[in-house]
């Protein structure tokens, strides 16, 4: 698994560095949890014609990142979402 900006090829000053007093995510797609207008976006072009044309790569990604949403737990109503995320934060991180 990939994981530094030297294995991405990256350079590290294009790197977002983290807040001070932050912990690392455990899971790559965690950016995504608790962001409800990301989703929101990211539904509203799903619906479009142009997301229906979408083939290969840039489909599946449309595909993956959608699921990804759908895991985290962000496409529930609001009281399940406390749920998942109060059952997330409970849990510790690797």
Do not use: Y
Not at 43 to 56: D, I, N, R, V
Request: glycine fraction near 6%.
């Amino acid at each position: 698994m990939l994981t530094s900006a030297e294995q991405l090829q990256i350079p590290v000053g294009l790197m977002p560095a983290a807040p001070p007093g932050t912990r690392r995510r455990a899971s790559p797609a965690a950016w995504r949890q608790g962001r409800p207008r990301l989703l929101a976006a990211w539904k509203a072009f799903a619906a479009t014609p142009e997301a229906k044309k979408l083939t290969g790569e840039e489909k599946r990604a449309l595909q993956h990142t959608m699921r990804d949403f759908k895991r985290s737990g962000l496409a529930l109503p609001k009281e399940q979402r406390d749920k998942v995320s109060a059952a997330a934060r409970a849990m510790p991180h690797a």
